[in-house]
């Protein structure tokens, strides 16, 4: 199957229209494979399971070592230690009724955090204010390593002397609509991020706070369908076109190669990552076992569930 189509599926996402956006920082002592294995094959299909969900998606993270992003004077591209995580976890909903649905029936994760987070920062979006721009990827729910295509997740603070309208308006105005026309652009998905509730309390020694100049105030997901086109992007005339401006408006960029992709919710259905977790899901589509697709299965699996 090609993993890139002609074709824009941007529309796709619309419905999602807020966003809860979470760093994810492991534990201390516990492996990144183990991290990893947990989050995605026990932590994931319980949280599926919660209401008012329209996606679901876990970003298993490598750090910001740097050497990706050009750099410009004026913009900070280092990543303290402690401020590198190693995942995000990103649910979008219909309404933000939806998304308090979820947060009032989500104390049930919180004590599974501490078996596998240290820290956990969630992020708000506002209504219309997480949008895909583009979107050429033919699998918007993917499990696992899609290589070669290149994924990279970019977390920006603004300047201090900015305000957060303006800002936005640079992103939403002037860099977006840019960066879009650039053919070696496989996807673009913007957030733009309220600040972090620092009233959550944390959970069994999880964090759940940050310190306000610590807050990030957007992140964008970028795509590409390999490493040259990820080159040619970045000496695009779309892309250099706006960096004149980018140290007037941004004061950190942070980027965060993707390692792999699993699903668990998707158009408010529980995928099958979701139901069985995710190594069982492929599994199934490696032997080809539709026998395990069927209603009778889901049902005796699910009783009530589905």
Request: hydrophobic share 40%; proline share 5%.
């Amino acid at each position: 199957m090609h993993t890139l189509s002609k074709v824009d599926f941007s529309a796709r996402d619309q419905e999602g229209n807020v966003v809860f956006y979470v760093p994810l920082w492991k534990r201390r002592g516990l492996s990144l494979e183990l991290f990893d294995d947990y989050w995605r094959d026990v932590h994931g299909p319980v949280c599926a399971r919660l209401p008012g969900q329209f996606q679901y998606w876990q970003f298993h993270v490598a750090h910001n070592d740097g050497g990706i992003w050009p750099t410009i004077d004026g913009i900070n591209y280092t990543t303290p230690e402690d401020d590198q995580f190693d995942g995000i976890a990103e649910l979008s909903f219909k309404s933000i009724d939806d998304r308090n649905t979820w947060f009032q029936a989500a104390a049930i994760l919180m004590d599974d955090e501490h078996n596998i987070f240290r820290k956990a920062i969630g992020y708000n979006t506002n209504p219309d204010n997480s949008k895909t721009y583009l979107d050429t990827l033919v699998k918007p729910d993917p499990n696992g390593s899609e290589h070669p295509i290149v994924k990279l997740y970019v977390l920006v603070r603004k300047q201090d002397a900015v305000s957060v309208a303006d800002f936005r308006q640079y992103l939403v105005d002037r860099f977006a609509p840019s960066i879009v026309k650039s053919e070696s652009l496989a996807k673009f998905r913007l957030h733009l991020f309220e600040e972090v509730d620092n009233s959550r309390p944390p959970a069994a020694g999880v964090d759940h706070g940050e310190a306000v100049e610590k807050n990030y105030q957007a992140a964008f997901e970028l795509a590409f369908a390999n490493k040259l086109d990820l080159e040619r992007f970045f000496v695009s005339p779309e892309y250099t076109a706006t960096t004149a401006d980018q140290p007037k408006y941004l004061k950190q960029i942070s980027t965060f190669p993707e390692r792999t992709a699993y699903t668990f919710v998707y158009d408010g259905k529980i995928t099958l990552a979701g139901q069985r977790a995710s190594s069982v899901a492929q599994l199934i589509a490696d032997i080809g076992a539709t026998n395990q697709l069927q209603p009778d299965v889901e049902k005796l699996m699910f009783k009530g569930v589905l």
